[in-house]
């Protein structure tokens, strides 16, 4: 079996999609008798059973939540000085990458072992600049970071995508060879999320959310990226014609602003937000729920997180986008994108029907289980090692 030098330019772990992915693709890999180093930032939570190199503490950067920053700058110079001694050290076989700076960094590493670079696709890099506002869409720089992320893309010996959208998009913006690409899409342990009555019961207790109301659910990062602006824009207009509901808003950070923005829109007497939740204890809230929402902007990145919304059998309202359909395919119900109205009947027609709620629901969960196993994608990954071990670094 293989040593791995994964990187992970990020506070790993902090409770969210891209950890997660991380994380079972180290314990698949772990499982598979392979020996994973992950090296990443100070900051962020440690998990039994793997083996995290960080950098040195940085008192002043706590951060844990998703997006650019000026910081990273200097976070990633510290992180391969990091990843050059653990390359020295270890004497890794591979380099996986997980994110743009990664690559960037993976690329040094691996040119400096003369051994291959995989790189963890999971968005386009001037896209989420755009997306978090980082720079505006006119912006003077946008051209150089395309061609930062154009290089980038192109160093790796081999590219692991989430979407058949990533796959058009760095072939025909990127100029990427289809044949560094690699089509792997998440995994998810349909033992832990599953429907579960008992937890329910207990968790609406403790909530004190009444018994005839709906649940509805959303679990991740609360920014507007995510669409939590949206999704707020969407609950009076849902309300208008359906009292009987509550949404449950999981994750973090900026839980205080939207908890105060759901006041000044009257709408917090229907609103429970519980902040942040580690990944252990996400499922119990999935099984709570009737509904699950996700109003994620970005046409091109992976949403994973419903992955956890179909293993908990909840019929998911999303944007209609190309990645969300690859994943739902035709068992989402879609919504117009940045259409609060839309989006509010797509909730509205699940809650009217109970039967169609529940056949979504249990085809949703059949679907997940036999496409997205941690089994199957940990196969992938080690087939991809192969070839680029075979063949040695290009």
Known sequence: MYKILMIAPTPFFAD???????????????NMGNKVSIYTYHNGRNLPGLDIKRIVNIPWYNKLEAGPSYHKFYLDILLLLKSLEGGTYERPDIIHAHLHEGAFLGNIVAKFRNIPLVFDFQG??????????????KSIFLNLFKKVEKFINNSADAIIISSLDSAVRLQNGFGVSADKLYMIKDGIDTEKFKPDECHSIEIRRK??????????????????????????????????????????????????EYRNMAREKGIEDFITFIGRVNYEDTAKYLSLADIAVSAKLSKTEWNGKLLYYMASELPTVVFDTKVNREILGDLGVYAKLDNPTSFAEGIGSLLSEERVRRRLGISLRERVIKNYSWKSVGKKIMEVYQELLARGRN
Not at 16 to 30: M, N
Not at 128 to 134: G, L, P, S
Not at 226 to 234: A, C, E, K, N, S
């Open 207 to 256: 909530l004190r959310i009444s018994d005839n109301r709906k649940i509805i659910i959303y679990q991740g990062l609360l920014n507007k990226y995510q669409g939590i602006d949206f999704l707020l824009q969407t609950i009076p207009l849902l309300l208008k014609k359906n009292k009987g509901v509550h949404f449950l808003i999981i994750g973090y950070p900026n839980v205080d």
């Open 16 to 30: 969210r999609g891209c950890h997660v992915r991380i994380y079972g693709e180290v314990r698949v890999l772990q």
């Open 124 to 137: 386009s890099l001037s896209g989420e600049i755009i997306d978090h506002n980082f720079l505006k869409k």
